[in-house]
């Protein structure tokens, strides 16, 4: 067994040694969602190029305020890349922070590929992305047994995603989907009227979250028939994930055989039932890690 006094220091040490630029999510907002490694490579940085508001300015302080804070909003990469890269070749420890997690809508990988053709190393360290949080405000799971077994994330067509590349519709008509919109605040109105005029059950449920885990988080929940018209009415316009489906409910799901008669109240004792229910899903041990 690891002695824990052996565990770096989350606050101090980086976890993995790593050469290069890391890009690191900063979480979805709550200081307490940035992982242990975003942290750590926080504590050690000279220089943190952040995603502006979109990274709550509580953790920036929290975390990075001993280091030089540059806002990349408004930059091009023309400015981005020699800004990282000459503080990097000076030996400065650089930090790319985005919001959520880089990988979902990030744009980071046009940074680090340029960064990677001036000769500086660059990698990944993930973050918790709006839709978990979304999840955990809605007190409810994104796959739920028989009611949800897929998730999409998606975004609303507009000026970098044509009407052919938009497949909300489809998502959403699968019925057992979960359909997280990102970048699409400010187009719930456009994007619930052609759900409409696609033939989706206008009672489908959905929550709009906007700040998902910020101290002003907020839920809208209607349907897809009347949503819009409450959103206009909070005036939101941007920062909000809008998750379409049954899921949303937290309701009319399954129980499902990780744990045997025991969910439902039966005589079984945990441990039998959970034996049971292996024997009778071979792969319930894989679920549960991954859920």
């Known amino acids: 067994m690891t002695d824990p006094s ?30 242990v490694r975003g942290r750590a490579l926080l504590a050690d940085a000279d220089l943190v ?15 990075c305020d001993h280091a030089e804070r540059v806002n990349s909003v408004g930059k091009d990469l023309e400015e981005l890349v020699p800004l990282m890269r000459d503080a990097y070749e000076d030996g ?36 918790v992305t709006s839709a978990f949080a979304a999840s955990a405000t809605l007190g409810t799971q994104l796959t739920l047994n028989e009611v949800a077994n897929h998730v999409a994330f998606t975004r609303p067509q507009g000026k970098t995603l044509s009407p052919e590349e938009d497949h909300i519709s489809e998502f959403v008509r699968m019925g057992d989907v979960t359909t997280c919109i990102y970048l699409g605040t400010h187009a719930v109105r456009e994007t619930m009227e052609r759900l409409l005029d696609d033939g989706v059950d206008p009672d489908t449920p959905v929550a709009v979250v906007y700040h998902a885990s910020w101290p002003d988080e907020d839920v809208i929940r209607g349907t897809v028939a009347d949503v819009a018209d409450a959103v206009e009415e909070a005036g939101y316009r941007a920062s909000a994930l809008v998750v379409i489906g049954e899921a949303v409910t937290g309701g009319g799901y399954e129980r499902s055989y990780l744990y045997g008669e025991w969910a439902s109240g039966g005589s079984d004792d945990a441990e039998g039932a959970e ?17």
């Open 6 to 35: 052996d565990l770096p220091d989350p606050a101090t040490e980086v976890l993995e040694d790593r050469e290069g630029i890391p890009f690191a999510g900063a979480g979805p907002g709550d200081p307490g969602l940035l992982t």
């Open 49 to 63: 190029v952040h995603a502006g508001s979109l990274v709550n300015s509580e953790l920036l302080d929290a975390f």
């Open 92 to 127: 400065r420890t650089v930090v790319r922070l985005h919001s959520g997690d880089p990988s979902v809508y990030g744009a980071a990988l046009e940074q680090m590929d340029a960064l990677e053709a001036e000769g500086v190393p660059t990698y990944f360290v993930p973050g």
């Open 275 to 291: 034996t049971d229910a292996e024997a009778a899903d071979p792969d319930a041990e894989a679920a549960e890690s991954d859920d």
